[in-house]
């Protein structure tokens, strides 16, 4: 069987209710005896199941949730990880160039985003932002127990990992451990609950509520001398507005109070990272800023299925922390091959997987074939869009801009809604129900508001700005 590596651009950013329904009564719902065939198989992949999946790689204004697309080159790269289907757990340079390739793209990645090599060497692919998040919580809590226990009785070395959370924190003579965050991705909580640190341990420190993905610093300094051990989890992009926690002045503060209270740095960047590669010119400042002196960090959540537009799933992570990473994270040396004194430590001791996807190359396909110039020129004109789409919603009578007007800090995302409730009510269903946009829906500070996040390569500024004006127009008159 042949295959096309690429797949055209549609027009439709949901299907129709048409399809979805012959896709549902096309569904086999018993296993067959005998087995249908490839042929048979492919018609019905094809024909009746696909046209009933959204298009949120294929159409260029699916805009809900914050998806990437997939490249043709990551596609190539992703059909090659099946074929092959590498298990990347074990570093055998002998017998695979896998983890290698793996390494290297990691290295890729760094280099793209000015992390250093050397400083951040502990790096590993993740299924996505929520296990990176996980991995970055998980060594928080490692660090902020031990780092007590030697604070208090030198030379002590406590291991959460070694003796559970509560052995741990006895010994260490903390009574808590708490994330302190201004307004974190809810995959933050999950991995507060999944470690044993509980989501009740999540603390909210907002500057205020006109700003709440910023950091009240002073609150942040209060918490941080309660006593309890603190992992201080930085969005660098807020989920619903793409806004920044923090600029390089607060990063700086931020550093320089964890290593006065014995705290960890982690940073969220899942789709807010990605702005480290744009240029530092004056339409940018603000994102400069948000993204500045993330390097301060101790461990750095990444997505590469969003804006990086590989396929899913594909996240990243970074620490400056590796040999915390292995104590959290090794397998009993005795069950495989004793890798340590190796170049790249074997995966299966660096995260939560045992056997592993070659998510690498998808990402390593894609940054080669399509380079550092094309990632930049593609940001900009994501950010191009959402700002010309942010300045007609400003510049409209039915319509307002959130979480304020100022069009300098809008990055990739639109947060808008109605003026009129009883517009606004129906605004995200209006939209979606064109079929040609779709967009996310969630409540801000008490009223619906509608959410737009473009990360798809397929962008182009005029067109999509062309049609998302049109449906505006179209729901402000249907409503009149
Ligand atoms: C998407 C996202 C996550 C969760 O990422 P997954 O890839 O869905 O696991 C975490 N944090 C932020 C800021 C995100 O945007």
Known sequence: MS???TTAEVQLAVPTKESLEHAEASLVKMLPDTGLGLEHIKKHLLADLAPGFTGSSRCPTYWAFTTGAVTDAAMLGDWLATV??????????????????????????????TFSETDFSGRLFTTGATASNLL????????VVAEAGRRKLPPAQISVTQVGAVAACIEAGIDDIQVLAASPHSSLYKAASTLGIGRDSVILVPL???EP???????????????AGSIIAISAGEVWTGRFATNGDEMGQIRALADKHGAWVHVDGAFGLHALILPHTPTYKHLNDGVAALQLADSITGDAHKLFNVPYDCGFFFTRHPSIQQAVFKNPSSAYLSTTALSIPSPLNLGIENSRRFRALPLYSSLLANGRTWHCDLLERQVALARRIASYIVDSTVYELLPDNDL??????????????SLNSDLVSF????????????????RPAARIAIGTWRVEVDRDFQLVTQVLDTASRAHQ
């Open 431 to 446: 939209i979606n129900a064109s079929k040609r946009i779709h967009v996310s829906g969630l409540p801000w500070k008490g």
């Open 408 to 421: 300098d800090k809008i990055y990739m995302v639109v947060l808008f809604r109605a003026r009129s409730d």
């Open 208 to 210: 205020s509520e006109d």
């Open 84 to 113: 092959h289907d590498q298990n990347v757990q074990v570093h055998l340079p002998d017998e695979t160039i896998a983890t290698k390739l793996e390494d290297t793209t990691l290295r890729l990645l760094q280099q793209l985003l």
């Open 213 to 227: 993905w910023r950091f009240d610093m002073q609150r942040l300094r209060e918490y941080l001398s309660n006593g």
């Open 3 to 5: 295959l096309d590596f």
């Open 136 to 143: 970055g919580l998980a060594l928080g809590r490692e660090y």
